[in-house]
């Protein structure tokens, strides 16, 4: 799962580059492994999304948590709860 979550960021890294400066600037990418060591609610991370405000959220089988760069919250279903996750 880790692989996934990998993946997905490298990706996203790659499209985010700017295409004319490929070759003029060297690359200054940094990655960090994010787990449940980290607070991720679980290691099965299904999608991934960063929103305008820079916030990386992070769907799992355990929740939504939002990772702001340097801690996460964890949105859960509720169930008394009517207006908690789905």
């Known amino acids: ?3 996934t979550l ?3 960021i490298i990706f996203a ?3 985010a580059a700017p295409l004319g400066a ?3 600037i060297a690359p200054t ?3 960090e492994q994010l787990a449940q060591e980290q607070g991720l609610s679980n290691n099965a991370v299904r999608c991934l999304l960063q929103d305008r405000r820079g916030f ?3 769907g799992t089988e355990d929740g939504l948590n939002r990772y702001d760069g340097k801690a996460f919250k964890v949105y859960r279903h509720r169930p008394d709860q009517p207006a ?3």
């Open 13 to 15: 890294l790659w499209l």
């Open 29 to 31: 990418a940094v990655f």
């Open 56 to 58: 990386l959220w992070i």
């Open 1 to 3: 799962m880790r692989l």
């Open 84 to 86: 908690s996750l789905p």
């Open 22 to 24: 490929a070759g003029n």
């Open 6 to 8: 990998r993946a997905c």
